[in-house]
């Protein structure tokens, strides 16, 4: 990937701003265009498998609300887009936001997380033919942990630091080693259907 824009969209709450995310073929275009540093229209149509008046709209779409933005060069649908924005972030749960901004992040989150789940799915089923050396670093983990909100957060900041150790070579090709890839590293948490009982 170039050397990108720095340029981030942290605790969104525009209802159409947050709509915007709320598709799964935008989702697609954003970490197409992450991968591979740039894109036209007409290149996202055939990596996405979708027509390129279709991807057209929807890459214009995320410009009008400063998601991706035209690169230097080319023309018309053969002109490149890039990423704007290396990051978006917004209230998941619509704690501090109106009405309307909550439902539009929850829709925006949910797209976001069936994209991740087709992902992983796709690359659990892509898995067989990768080499040996990815197939053991790589993998899925999960586990249980009984903290308070506190360490909750502690804990979420000490793993968001872990994410953030190669950020450098995402905005940087190279400064990226021979031999890497990319690969999607992704953090949630979740709490349980029902809260602990007192003592247990």
Not at 10 to 29: F, T
Not at 134 to 145: D, H, I, M, Q, V
Not at 154 to 169: F, G, V
């Amino acid at each position: 990937m170039l050397c990108m824009p720095t340029q981030k969209h942290s605790n969104i709450q525009d209802p159409k701003q947050l709509r915007a995310l709320a598709h799964p073929l935008r989702w697609k275009i954003i970490d197409l265009l992450t991968v591979h540093g740039q894109s036209t229209a007409t290149k996202c149509a055939e990596a996405l498998g979708e027509s390129v008046a279709n991807c057209s709209y929807h890459l214009n779409t995320l410009a009008k609300y400063g998601y991706v933005e035209q690169a230097p060069g080319g023309q018309g649908r053969e002109k490149p887009w890039r990423i704007a924005s290396t990051e978006q972030s917004w209230d998941v749960n619509g704690v501090n936001a109106d009405p309307e901004s909550a439902a539009a992040g929850q829709a925006a989150t949910e797209a976001f997380l069936d994209f991740e789940a087709t992902r992983m799915k796709s690359a659990l089923r892509r898995s067989p033919s990768e080499p040996e050396e990815w197939r053991k670093a790589n993998g899925f983990s999960a586990t249980l942990a009984f903290v308070t909100p506190e360490e909750l957060k502690e804990l979420r900041s000490e793993l968001q630091a872990l994410l953030q150790r190669y950020n450098d070579r995402f905005e940087n090709a190279e400064l990226r080693p021979e031999g890497h890839r990319a690969v999607r590293l992704f953090l949630a948490s979740t709490l349980a259907d029902t809260p602990d009982k007192e003592g247990d």
